[in-house]
Structures are given as C-alpha cells and as structure tokens.
C-alpha cells in the first residue's frame, strides 16, 4: 500500500509552547488528508479535514485556533498545536487518500506530551 | 445508532485458529468497506479495501461483504501472535468520510 509519514513520531513539550506536526504522503498525491486523535483504548476521531489549498474542515468541538491546519501541497499537511496544555497529549495521526472513497492510509501517528 | 457497530473483545484464540472479526452497518447505501489493522501506539494499516458485496482474499486474509443483512467480515487464516492486534472495520458514510466501529483487540497465543 500506499505510504504515509509522519514527523516527529514522539514530542514532549513544556505547557504554553506550540507544536508543529508534518504529514507527508511520500509515493502518491493526496487531494484530501485528514487529522485524527486518539486516545489510549479508544477509537480514532476525526479533528479535521483539508484539501489542498483550500481551508480546513474542523469537526464539531475542535477549536480552529488551537490546532492550526496547512495543506501546502498534494503531499504535504501540518498541524499546529498552539499553546498547547496537558489535556492536548494524545496521540495524533494523519491520513491521506488520493480520491473520494478511495484507499485512505494512516500515518504512523505522534504522541504528544505535554508537561 | 451508530453507524458501524463492532464487538470490542477482547477475542483471544491459539496460534493456527482461524479467527472471524465481524462488524454490522446501519445504511444500506455504503458500498466500501475497509479493514485496517493497529497495533499499540502506531497508525492503522490498510489490510483490505473491498467495494460492494463479495469476497476478496489476500494471502492469510479474506474480507467477506453481505449487503443484504449489512454485514462485513474478516477472516484470517493460520492466526499468528504477530497478528495481535486491534482490528478496525470502516466504510465510507454518507457524506464520504470514513467512519469507523469501535474495534476488535484480537490477541493470538502461542
């Protein structure tokens, strides 16, 4: 299958600082790519949805301004968490798929921590 | 109700057991069904990607479709400890997003 990465697959970070995680989807173009969150012994749920160049989707109860979405190329998305507290650490992973109702392949996901 | 619905387990089977992983669908308009495979603290990957009803094998895995009583199944064959894991069933909602059911942790002894 097709492949995603992610960067940085770990982080500890001090309380108030942001953070920046990069996903890239490194053999195909993604015309959608998506954030998810997950929490230990749950399912994943979906924080976003971008398409490139355009603005995010942000699903209901994710704050637009704390988790900043870029999706600068067919490959490449980020997400910024901005001062970010104890209550952000999760662990997060991105996805990606070529075309509506596609294959859609996950990233290898980042823990966050935060102290 | 949720749209997909999948039994949590914890399903534990000896090494060799064929092992059935089944999840139910609420609308009967889903057409693609996908299978994903997590293991602890990585991302989940991709095992079968299936469209409408029917069968689709890949090696030790078979995903089984029922449209008609709106249910998915996978199947793995000759189970190994290495498949230990939470299994994910998906499919593609009505407004193109992929929803997924709770989860399968499946653990296979040795």
């Known amino acids: 299958g097709a492949v995603v990465s992610q960067h940085p697959s770990r982080v500890i970070c001090k309380s108030g600082t942001s953070v920046k995680i990069e996903c890239r989807s490194l053999d195909f173009q993604a015309t959608t790519m998506f954030w998810y969150r997950q929490f230990p012994k749950q399912s994943l749920m979906l924080m976003a949805t971008s398409n490139e160049g355009s603005k995010a989707t942000y699903e209901q109860g994710v704050e637009k301004d704390k988790f900043l979405i870029n999706h600068a190329s067919l490959t490449l998305s980020t997400l910024t968490v901005t001062s970010a507290h104890p209550e952000d650490s999760s662990f997060y992973i991105c996805?990606?798929?070529?075309?509506?109702?596609?294959?859609?392949?996950f990233g290898p996901g980042t823990r966050l921590t935060v102290l | 109700q949720k749209e997909v619905e999948q039994d949590p387990g914890p399903l534990s089977v000896p090494e060799g057991a064929i092992v059935s992983l089944n999840c139910t669908y609420s609308?009967?308009?889903?057409?693609?069904f996908m299978w994903y495979r997590q293991y602890s603290r990585k991302g989940p990957e991709l095992l079968m990607y299936t469209y409408s009803s029917g069968n689709k094998e890949d090696g030790r895995f078979t995903a089984q479709v029922d449209k008609s009583s709106k249910y998915i199944s996978l199947f793995i064959r000759d189970s190994q400890p290495s498949d230990s894991a939470t299994y994910l069933c998906a499919t593609y909602n009505a407004g193109n997003m992929l929803t997924f059911g709770g989860g399968t942790r499946l653990m296979v002894k040795p």
């Open positions: 996805s990606a798929r070529v075309r509506e109702a596609g294959e859609q392949f």
């Open positions: 609308n009967s308009a889903f057409q693609y």
